[in-house]
């Protein structure tokens, strides 16, 4: 019985690890995506929540006038999800362990302390 080990499946699997520990969202951007998600409601003929009536005051506009403010934002949860994926699909396409080490440095991913560990076959 012969096994092949493929280095490289490894690599990805830690350049994926690291990609997904550090282009993980905020508490903020889950607070952000559900003023999101109660805004369109809002927008939609939904009555606002308690909690969305009080942002309209403490901003001093109606709950309408905030609703269209925030749904006028960029995606702050889409565009970051957009950017992790792209980051993985660029990794998966790499077919030399320079080509990994080359799509982290570009967009700063640092190395992950279980990347210490040695490697395991998966």
Do not use: C, Y
């Amino acid at each position: 019985m012969r096994i092949s080990i493929n280095p490289l499946e490894q690599l990805v699997k830690r350049a994926e690890r690291r990609i997904n520990f550090q282009k993980v969202v905020s508490a903020q951007d889950l607070a952000h995506d559900r003023k999101r998600q109660l805004a369109q409601a809002v927008l939609a003929g939904a009555a606002p929540s308690p909690e969305f009536q009080q942002a309209a005051v403490i901003e001093g506009v109606s709950v309408e006038t905030l609703a269209k403010t925030i749904v006028s934002k960029p995606d702050v949860m889409m565009e970051a999800e957009n950017a992790r994926r792209e980051l993985i699909v660029r990794v998966r396409s790499a077919k030399t362990p320079e080509e990994i080490e080359q799509v982290l440095d570009e967009e700063g991913i640092w190395p992950h302390h279980e990347d210490k560990k040695p490697l395991l076959v998966p």
